[in-house]
């Protein structure tokens, strides 16, 4: 099981550029997230899809895009990169725990710098 | 979701007991109290998580106090491995969203050899 993964790993835009961040699972599991992480502050939701089909904003998501390709796949796209979209961008999956618990797997993060 | 309320910081010393305290005061009660971890340039992972009664896992114990407005994440032997950001995640799985986390700042522990 590769888990998690993301690529790219880290990316450099110029302010307006258009990017998609790409994210898979093989855990079969049903839920996706999209945060974001910004220097010294903890974990910001962007989108999440609680299944195959559907997808909902969470905090931030002005600025972005998501699909939700198929079970495995969710992409982020950032149609006119800003220099505030700089993040460390994380996705994860979830799985139930027990009972309505649910456990969240993250994977590696992209590292992006829009100058 | 209710907020947690956790120190900047933390030190401690390799295999010695670190217990890493959470306040959530306006705790509801149905919120499960979730303890991720990150350790450098990594993503979050999942450490432990309770209700009500203290848990034990191979990673951890969660002391959670009777009247849950606290509750103390415990490594019982701290490796430098651990030296991470420590996230107290409150979350009711019935309050829909669908499972969303809401990370704070966390504490930070230091591991010194």
């Known amino acids: 099981n590769a888990g998690v993964t993301q690529t790219p790993k880290f990316q450099v835009l110029k302010t307006g550029q258009s990017m998609t961040l790409q994210c898979a699972q093989d855990?079969?599991?049903?839920?996706m997230y999209w945060y974001r992480q910004d220097p010294g502050m903890g974990l910001r939701l962007i989108y999440y899809?609680?299944?195959?089909?559907?997808?909902d904003k969470g905090e931030v998501p002005n600025g972005y895009n998501v699909s939700r390709l198929n079970k495995r796949e969710f992409s982020l796209r950032l149609e006119s990169a800003a220099p505030s979209q700089t993040s460390v961008y994380f996705c994860?999956?979830?799985?139930?725990?027990?009972?309505?618990?649910?456990?969240?797997?993250f994977g590696p993060g992209t590292r992006l710098t829009v100058t | 979701d209710a907020k947690t309320t956790q120190p900047n910081s933390m030190e401690s010393n390799e295999e010695e007991p670190v217990h890493l305290p959470c306040n959530h005061s306006?705790?509801?009660?149905?919120?499960?109290i979730h303890w991720y971890r990150q350790l450098p340039s990594q993503g979050p992972e999942y450490v432990i998580h309770?209700?009500?009664s203290n848990v034990n896992n191979r990673m951890a114990s969660l002391a959670i106090a009777e009247d849950r407005k606290s509750s103390t994440l415990i490594l019982h032997r701290a490796t430098l491995r651990d030296a991470a950001v420590y996230y107290c995640?409150?979350?009711?799985?019935?309050?829909?969203?669908?499972?969303?986390?809401?990370f704070g700042a966390g504490t930070r522990l230091a591991v010194h050899p």
């Open positions: 309770g209700l009500t």
């Open positions: 994860a999956s979830s799985q139930r725990v027990s009972g309505q618990v649910y456990e969240q797997y």
């Open positions: 855990m079969n599991h049903n839920s």
């Open positions: 995640i409150l979350r009711d799985p019935l309050s829909g969203g669908y499972n969303k986390l809401i």
């Open positions: 899809s609680a299944s195959e089909g559907t997808t």
């Open positions: 306006t705790i509801s009660g149905t919120d499960y």
